[in-house]
């Protein structure tokens, strides 16, 4: 059983910043890409952010510029840089350990953290 434990949520102000931390344990975490989605109350779950295994990145364009996802394979961690943050970035945010690509889209993997809460005040 893989578990995915988000941490690094919290409160912050319009035009700060937050980084959120994703961590496993086992071997699958180097094997897989990885995806940082969110969602806001009312609203659909939708990607934020996507790294491979191969470290290549892709951003919504909604975070583009302002968020930056990492990852370390021997920590077994993953990061999500958030800066600037405005109020439209509030929700619940969750990785998603095992995103593939298939016909240039992003489909959600098998496993997902808990989730972790970022609210974002004007």
């Known amino acids: 059983q893989v578990q995915l434990v988000e941490a690094g949520g919290g409160l912050a102000q319009a035009g700060g910043s937050l980084r959120l931390s994703c961590g496993t344990s086992g071997s699958l975490f180097r094997l897989r890409a990885l995806a940082w989605y969110r969602q806001a109350p009312g609203k659909q779950r939708e990607l934020v952010a996507r790294i491979g295994t191969d470290d290549r990145t892709r951003y919504s364009d909604s975070v583009k510029g302002r968020f930056t996802i990492t990852r370390d394979n021997v920590k077994k961690l993953a990061y999500l840089q958030m800066n600037n943050l405005t109020p439209e970035d509030t929700a619940d945010y969750y990785c998603?350990?095992?995103?593939?690509?298939?016909?240039?889209?992003?489909?959600?993997?098998?496993?997902w953290g808990q989730g972790t809460q970022v609210t974002v005040s004007s």
């Open positions: 998603d350990l095992g995103s593939r690509m298939k016909g240039g889209r992003i489909l959600p993997g098998k496993y």
